[in-house]
């Protein structure tokens, strides 16, 4: 991302790391909880048990894993989570909550903090205390995000590609009376006229003062 004046930038998807990161700090906590219901011999609810029972829930559509809102309610609930966990997965939880000051930090639209690389950094040794694997996403928020950021000087929120990802749900619809196969010789044209007639819907006339 770092290069002479020439180099193109890539923004950083910040929704899609928070959701990566989160759900799979989540998912290690309950493989590991696992492991040791297999070793000790001693039943015990499971994290998703406890998630189940706090309206966290997975959703089909992302493939089983919690969204943006049960994200948000699971890093709402990290002091009841820590609660539920036997004290030696502790270190789950409190690596959580420092994702969450990394997230407050510099993953908003509006201000990013002062000391967003210190809370990386907290972060960072956090996690790599757990000794669970370093996904793409993870290696994004210890180096990228501090690179990106610094480039900027603004938060990931700013630069969301949400607001294309809401567009393109409210097109399909009228993609959908237009839709051809994309070999078919009037593909083209086709995408062109539900352009046409989805801008075209969304056309606000003022009148002039």
Known sequence: MRGDK???????????????VMNHLFDSL????????????????????WGYDHHIVRQNYHGGCLDGPNIEKLLQNLDSLEQFVDPKFHEYIECMKHFRLV??????A?????????RIDDFEKSYRGLGISITPKVHVIFYEVKIFCDET????????AQPFESCHFDFNPTYKCYKRPENHPQHGPKLKDATV??????????KKQ
């Open 6 to 20: 020439n180099q193109i930038f890539c923004t950083i998807d910040e929704l899609h790391v928070y959701l990566g």
């Open 153 to 160: 000087g603004k938060p990931l929120g700013m630069f969301s």
């Open 30 to 49: 309950y493989k590991v909880m696992i492991e040791d219901i297999k070793k000790s011999k001693v039943f015990h609810k499971s994290v998703y048990d």
């Open 110 to 118: 509006e201000k990013l903090f002062d000391d967003y690389k210190d």
């Open 103 to 108: 997230a407050e930090a510099c993953f908003g």
């Open 197 to 206: 007639c989805y801008n075209g819907d969304h056309i606000f006339l003022t």
